[in-house]
């Protein structure tokens, strides 16, 4: 079953940050987050686990709310170079089965 | 650029032909995956080969054929293919089929079918 996300798209000024969510109505094992830009390949950002876990790098961080089944990706002091579609992939606990992408945020950061 | 490398870049064909998508890794990974991304739409996962063997298949139609002949290359199979299927298609890698693997995705292959 697809996740959910919100918001479908979403347009900063350079140094604005966002939050991307990520939820789905079943219990999951684990979320990833890619990135997209236009006519490349998704990039891997990182992965949450359930258990509830915060990561990041950079300025891109992201956590895992297990009680809501939620991802939340946050873009701070955005750059141009984050520009691009994000799209969350879930996996629920059957080994390589039922991953699944969301339909996908398309980001504009703009100068 | 990616690890993952797909060949040809590019690819028109008719509906009539037989064509054959390419795939490679060098990474050691067990684990490839073949997607299909229409405009802005996310990637659907068409098959998934973990060990050299077809491990998932999401009901695609027969005119796409996978083959995996080792564990660095990746074929997909064209026959007879409709305008419908021209779309950009992706390889990826993992790891191996456990949990919370990443996956590394090639640059893709953009096909139209006239």
């Known amino acids: 079953q697809q996740p959910v996300q919100s918001p479908q798209a979403v347009i900063l000024r350079e140094g604005e940050d966002a939050v991307i969510n990520c939820s789905s109505s079943?219990?999951?094992?684990?979320v990833h987050w890619y990135r997209q830009k236009h006519g490349e390949a998704p990039v891997f950002l990182m992965i949450?686990?359930?258990?509830?876990e915060q990561k990041g790098h950079d300025k891109i961080s992201a956590s895992f709310n297990e009680k809501k089944q939620q991802s939340s990706l946050y873009l701070t002091a955005s750059q141009l170079s984050y520009s691009g579609t994000y799209f969350c992939g879930t996996e629920r606990d059957n080994y390589g089965q039922n991953f699944v992408f969301g339909p996908g945020t398309r980001l504009s950061v703009l100068p | 650029d990616t690890e993952v490398t797909q060949t040809p870049k590019h690819l028109v064909m008719g509906m009539t032909n037989k064509k054959s998508l390419k795939c490679e890794q060098h990474m050691g990974h067990r684990a490839m995956y073949w997607y299909k991304q229409k405009a802005k739409k996310p990637p659907e996962l068409m098959f998934v080969?973990?060990?050299?063997?077809?491990?998932i298949n999401e009901s695609v139609p027969s005119r796409f054929s996978p083959e995996c002949p080792n564990s660095s290359l990746l074929n997909l199979h064209l026959h007879a293919l409709q305008p419908e299927d021209s779309a950009l298609y992706l390889c990826?890698?993992?790891?191996?089929?456990?949990?919370?693997?990443?996956?590394?995705f090639g640059d893709g292959t953009r096909l139209s079918i006239l």
């Open positions: 080969y973990s060990y050299e063997k077809l491990s």
């Open positions: 079943k219990a999951l094992y684990s």
């Open positions: 949450l686990l359930k258990g509830g």
């Open positions: 990826a890698s993992s790891q191996d089929l456990a949990l919370a693997q990443p996956q590394h």
